[in-house]
């Protein structure tokens, strides 16, 4: 690829469809800039490691039960999918995809030390010194709810990181806290100006630690004043509580507990809350119109909300609420001047920039409300805590009310959040955290299960690939200046305006400088922009205005990745289940009950405009009742002005998940996204419609042009695999007045061949119609070279009934005719060779053309196919929708008429 020129990459990207097409990431001025030295050698070695490594996995796996076990399996499934989307990408051969390629086995590589690293810690567990026990009463702890048990708790931690050194030893350290409540007050000791810290990315490939620390000019996101108990590098340490412990943390502006370089440190058995609540919640009395303000009563025993931690906040939201305490589907508003009227009754204003907001427009007399404080970033509240931390997390915790997300799981290394949940201290509280359950960006293999959270005034779970704060970096750090600045990180300059990638920036990995390569992996940094720290963290922080112009940032890689979410459980959310901006992810087992955003939300954009590369995202028996759309797998959150044209997200797997959604909502919405399998059970609506039928639940569905793919029918039925293009199956496109995502242009789902086929099998079997139904005009449309193991989840499916229905999109075959006759018998054949009962049905093309009806009817004759005739109809515009819609390529398509006659010969065919 070296010397390849601009104009020649993209015309080899334009012909590049036989494999994968572009995904549009890169500027022409990022590849051009791009320094491919040794690129495609270093995807090749980690490719070349995974058989070692997965057999490695595999063994290790075998040895392990209950939780641990499940880590490594579903780590391993995760990697074997990451190794092929590598391979896939690396085999294009376009400078483009060797960058992605080149991405993905980094992110293979910490598969590998997650792998590697686990062996090491259990085989030293074999070995492993009797644990060392301490009693925060010993240390002065009263936990009589009055008294500060700060400073015992602070001595405790002291005490417990001078036994615990070593992180090979593994001689665990735990600090009891018995039944009690224990209040902790914030200490008012003197800040440090630096810190020590230690990054994820000191786990090397063999699961060595390296013992690389450096010492960080202190910023917002390291300071220990921000939490009322904070360590820095505890190692093999665990806090427990008692049955009845609970810790109360008296500052609801500061967090509870913070962890910086921790490893094998666990917070366990515990309750939290804060003495003061961060929320206020009431009743709106009245609604006036001048000024336009609610006149509330606050409830008795909540704060009032012109207290000073309020009025001092960067903003306060209201957010409004049934009788039962649900959220309700109108939002969340900004609230402007807090008047006291006396006995408990404040007048709330609106700003003027919320004069077409839901939530004040459409509020009304007797809503339940909560008002929240949402503080600065350098004063949000964390009950739970971690950074630059490596196999830690909470076990067993529960959580009462929150200032900020109940937990932090920010730049580390294979963390875990193991049955904690988010509940409601008393059964008339209207909230329980003023933002999401969990926050975890920058993060290698984090583990989520059996957890839950309910009354949550933003998300369940939220996956980033990084933080506002480019995975934490500290204020020294950000001045890119020389080649200190991004230690020993990869990453891609991302412009802050559009989100698209500027220039590619590599360097060294601890791994390659240990296997003595750092010459041929290391480059200078280039084209990077030096900026005054300070200004940075203010351009970049989250009080930056919508659509403002940002600086660029440097998107370090592999974010976060390896993710799993298992059997999880969010109740009453202001917001979505799940959020995902990150790679190699595996949700299984979720429920999400009444939220007001959807189940799950798969997106390549921040609204700060980074973009990440968001791929292999697998969410599987998944139900989600009374959300607000099913799944999401689109960009979001973009700022004004931001277009995207190309397919941002790939390899997405939705599988057998059920809906039970709002009215009007869909159960899938995609866009921009490529390589995405649907298929699920779509429920009775919520406001208690009938069952959708068959026919409505492929029209439940929202794809776009790109992606299209849909499952359904009675399981065990007839396996039928419907091939074809716009004709079977066409994504709504409202730029073409197409409205609905079924057969273009049929005037409703149940009326396009596919359904009339689907029910004419069905009355025609007692066993009903297991279907998988796939647009594959990408197949049409580059078939020289195509990859057709695309279409392997097809093939085993092992379809009794196969129906292959294109043509109209392919160029005319003149020369070609041979050479696509060998890939069309190579398409149909693996079908028959997985199934030789499949009985397969080809379809000539609606609008008339000789050669390819020639060339797929030769084919049929050969491999014993059914032929169906179209040219003898097709070419009579009764049968067309000429009538009904007025862009000239939708008219075209068959209407109702068409429809029913194409699925009456295809059903004729098959008897």
């Not at 405009?609 to 979001?636: A, Q, W, Y």
């Not at 396009?752 to 139904?773: E, F, K, P």
Request: proline share 4%; aromatic share 10%.
């Amino acid at each position: 690829m070296k010397g390849l020129t601009i104009a020649a990459f993209v015309s080899r990207v334009c012909v590049a469809a036989n494999c994968l097409a572009a995904t549009g990431y890169f500027t022409p001025e990022a590849l051009a800039t791009a320094d491919m030295t040794g690129v495609a050698e270093n995807i090749e070695r980690t490719l070349g490691e995974s058989d070692g490594r997965f057999a490695a996995a595999e063994k290790l796996q075998a040895k392990l039960s209950g939780y641990a076990a499940d880590m490594v399996a579903t780590r391993l499934e995760l990697a074997h999918r990451l190794r092929a989307y590598v391979v896939k990408r690396h085999q294009v051969g376009t400078q483009e995809m060797e960058l992605l390629a080149w991405q993905g086995a980094e992110e293979l590589k910490s598969f590998y030390a997650y792998f590697a690293a686990e062996e090491r810690r259990w085989t030293a567990r074999a070995s492993a010194p009797s644990p060392i026990v301490l009693n925060v009463r010993d240390f002065g702890a009263r936990g009589d709810g009055e008294a500060d048990d700060g400073p015992a708790f602070r001595a405790a931690l002291a005490a417990a990181k001078g036994k615990g050194k070593g992180a090979e030893s593994h001689a665990n350290v735990t600090v009891k806290v018995p039944r009690g409540l224990y209040l902790i007050k914030p200490s008012d000791a003197p800040v440090p100006k630096t810190y020590v810290s230690r990054s994820w990315r000191d786990y090397n490939v063999d699961g060595t630690s390296a013992t690389r620390f450096s010492t960080r000019t202190m910023n917002v996101y390291h300071d220990p004043s921000r939490f009322h108990l904070f360590a820095f590098q505890m190692e093999n340490f665990t806090l427990q509580g008692e049955a009845g412990a609970e810790l109360r943390f008296a500052d609801a502006s500061r967090g509870g507990l913070g962890f910086d370089c921790a490893t094998e440190t666990v917070v366990k058995d515990l309750t939290i809350t804060y003495a003061e609540r961060p929320f206020t919640q009431g009743t709106i009395a009245e609604i006036e119109a001048e000024p336009y303000s609610f006149v509330v009563e606050i409830d008795d025993g909540y704060p009032a909300p012109d207290l000073p931690r309020f009025l001092e906040a960067r903003s306060r939201r209201i957010t409004l609420h049934d009788a039962n305490g649900l959220f309700l589907r109108n939002g969340t508003g900004r609230v402007g001047t807090v008047i006291p009227l006396g006995n408990g009754r404040f007048r709330l204003v609106r700003p003027d920039h919320m004069k077409n907001d839901r939530c004040w427009n459409e509020a009304r007399k007797g809503d339940r409300f909560t008002l929240i404080a949402r503080y600065s970033e350098s004063a949000m509240g964390y009950p739970v805590y971690f950074i630059t931390s490596s196999f830690s997390g909470a076990e067993n915790v529960v959580i009462h009310d929150s200032p900020g997300q109940c937990f932090i799981l920010n730049s580390s290394f294979a963390m875990r959040l193991l049955n904690c949940h988010a509940r409601r201290r008393y059964a008339r509280d209207l909230l329980v955290s003023n933002a999401d359950f969990m926050m975890c960006s920058g993060a290698i293999a984090p583990y989520v299960a059996d957890c839950s959270a309910e009354y949550m005034e933003d998300d369940g779970l939220n996956f980033g690939s990084s933080t506002s704060l480019i995975n934490d970096l500290s204020e020294d750090r950000m001045s890119f200046k020389g080649t200190s600045g991004l230690d020993s990180a990869s990453g891609f300059q991302v412009d802050g305006v559009t989100g698209r990638v500027k220039a590619f920036l590599r360097r060294g990995r601890s791994w390659d400088r240990l296997a003595g390569k750092a010459a041929a992996n290391t480059i200078t940094q280039k084209s990077l922009p030096t900026m005054d720290a300070k200004a940075w963290l203010n351009a970049n922080s989250w009080q930056g205005k919508a659509g403002e112009v940002k600086p660029d940032r440097i998107l370090q890689i592999p974010g976060t990745s390896g993710g799993v979410v298992k059997n999880t459980r969010f109740f009453n959310h202001r917001g979505m289940g799940v959020q995902v901006h990150c790679a190699n992810m595996l949700i299984d087992g979720l429920y999400c009950n009444h939220l007001t955003g959807p189940g799950a939300c798969i997106n390549p954009l921040y609204g700060w405009g980074m973009m990440f590369n968001v791929h292999d995202i697998l969410v599987h028996n998944t139900r989600l009742d009374e959300t607000t759309s099913g799944f999401v797998v689109k960009p979001g959150c973009v700022q004004p002005g931001i277009t995207l044209t190309h397919a941002q997200i790939h390899g997405i797997e939705l599988k057998n998940n059920a809906y039970k959604l709002w009215d009007k909502t869909q159960a899938v919405v995609l866009g921009n996204a490529d390589d995405v399998i649907s298929e699920g059970r779509v429920l009775a609506p919520f406001n208690g419609g009938e069952e959708l039928s068959d026919a409505a639940k492929m029209g439940a569905a929202n794809f776009n042009r790109r992606t299209l793919e849909i499952s359904g029918g009675v399981a065990g039925g007839t396996r039928l695999v419907v091939l074809g293009n716009s004709i079977t199956l066409a994504a709504r496109h409202d730029e073409i007045g197409w409205p609905r995502s079924c057969g273009m242009a049929a005037s409703a789902p149940e009326k396009d061949y596919v359904h009339l086929l689907i029910d004419g099998l069905g009355r025609r079997s007692s066993r009903g119609v297991d279907y998988r139904i796939k647009n594959i005009a990408t197949f049409e449309r580059g078939w020289k070279g195509f990859d057709l193991s695309k279409y392997d989840h097809l093939v085993a499916f092992k379809p009794e009934i196969l129906v292959v229905a294109i043509g109209e999109n392919m160029a005319n075959l003149t020369d070609d005719r041979d050479a696509f006759e060998a890939v069309f018998a190579d398409l149909i054949g693996r079908f028959k060779k997985a199934n030789p009962a499949c009985r397969v049905v080809v379809r000539g093309v609606f609008w008339p053309n000789s050669a390819k009806d020639a060339a797929m009817k030769a084919v049929a004759q050969r491999l014993g196919c059914a032929w169906v005739e179209m040219s003898d109809f097709g070419r009579h515009d009764e049968y067309k929708a000429l009538d009904q819609y007025t862009h000239r390529g939708v008219a075209g398509h068959p209407g109702d008429k068409g429809m029913a006659e194409i699925a009456a010969r295809l059903i004729k065919a098959l008897e």
